[in-house]
């Protein structure tokens, strides 16, 4: 089924009503008295005090090679602006609110390309409306990312190889822009989980294997550059 181009009212009203839902959990779950940010915040803070990318390990900081930057720097960013406070903490939550009314409107750019209408209305339901994703608003996690990323991966997958991929790879311009987008979020995806690479090589692989080599080398080339800084 080929993807709509414009959202429905009712998809655009879900979306709405996604932010607003995460927004009042805010306050409901009292997320912002002395909240828990978790490694990322400690990161942030340790940048704020000129310590660098640092994490405490058993009695002092230490370098933190393990932990993927994405995160840490975004608090860092707006930390840098408010301080460590009720103001910046609200900020992100706000800003997590905002991914979760994102998700909405890609979980049904995604579902309506595989799927009927029904079935794309009740995916976008349960992406405004389920607890576990309401939740994972309002946690200090890149969880919310994770859902956004990952159906921005979903979408530009299915345009290279999915049902409508014969027709986009007879437009060559449109098959190797699909290409870069899915390089820049899979490039974007490695600043918030280390373990994403793996997508680029499967990504690489399938396509070498589908005898696309140009197709697979701009994958790989331009998510490689992404994180090249």
């Not at 009503?17 to 978790?38: K, T, Y």
């Not at 408010?82 to 409107?105: E, F, K, P, Q």
């Amino acid at each position: 089924m080929k993807a709509e181009n414009k959202y429905p009212v009712i998809i655009l009203i879900l979306a709405g009503a996604a932010v607003v839902l995460r927004i009042a959990a805010i306050f409901i779950l009292d997320s912002l008295n002395n909240p828990e940010l978790w490694e990322f915040g400690q990161i942030a803070g340790n940048l704020l005090n000129g310590e660098g990318f640092t994490y405490l390990a058993i009695t002092k900081n230490v370098p933190s090679a393990y932990m993927p930057p994405g995160l840490p720097y975004l608090y860092y960013f707006i930390f840098s602006i408010t301080s460590v406070n009720y103001s910046g903490y609200l900020i992100i939550l706000i800003l997590n609110a905002v991914l979760g009314g994102v998700t909405v409107l890609l979980m049904y750019s995604y579902s309506s390309s595989i799927f009927d209408h029904r079935v794309s209305i009740y995916s976008s339901i349960y992406a405004a409306l389920s607890p576990v994703f309401i939740y994972s608003s309002v946690s200090f996690t890149p969880i919310i990312i994770y859902h956004v990323l990952l159906l921005l991966l979903l979408i530009f997958i299915n345009r290279l190889t999915g049902i409508n991929a014969k027709t986009e790879f007879n437009n060559r311009k449109s098959g190797y822009l699909n290409a870069i987008y899915l390089a820049v979020v899979l490039g974007v995806f490695l600043y918030f989980r280390a373990e994403s690479i793996i997508f680029i090589g499967l990504c690489g692989l399938y396509l070498l294997i589908k005898k696309k080599p140009l197709t697979a080398a701009l994958i790989i080339f331009f998510s490689l550059l992404i994180i090249s800084p």
